[in-house]
């Protein structure tokens, strides 16, 4: 079955960087589109990066665009999320997402929380 995990999180200062990791299992991780969303306390979840598959196609939110860094390792099955100069307004819980055959899989989350 499918399996999503992630890892990475933690909480780190203003202006900071962390790489979110998710490890994928249970389907072609190469030929899949992947997400990374997020939800901050009291806000609906919104999609924060995509990826299509071999990278071909790389789209961002705009609050995110210039500091964050989506990618991915095909051979390690591995979705990241590299996050720099980190704002408060990044505290979130953040979710790895396979969007497949209409059907949405989510991993856990890992939070991340940013403050001085």
């Known amino acids: 079955q499918v399996q999503l995990v992630e890892s990475g999180g933690g909480l780190v200062q203003p202006g900071g960087s962390l790489r979110l990791s998710c490890a994928a299992s249970?389907?072609?991780?190469?030929?899949?589109?992947m997400r990374w969303y997020r939800q901050a306390p009291g806000k609906e979840r919104e999609l924060v990066a995509t990826?299509?598959?071999?990278?071909?196609?790389?789209d961002y939110a705009a609050s995110v665009k210039g500091r964050f860094t989506i990618s991915r390792d095909d051979a390690k099955n591995t979705l990241y999320l590299q996050m720099n100069s980190l704002k408060p307004e990044d505290t979130a819980v953040y979710y790895c997402?396979?969007?497949?055959?209409?059907?949405?899989?989510w991993g856990k989350g890992t939070l991340v929380t940013v403050s001085a």
């Open positions: 997402n396979l969007p497949w055959n209409g059907m949405s899989y």
């Open positions: 249970g389907f072609t991780f190469s030929s899949k589109v």
């Open positions: 990826i299509t598959s071999s990278g071909g196609r790389i």
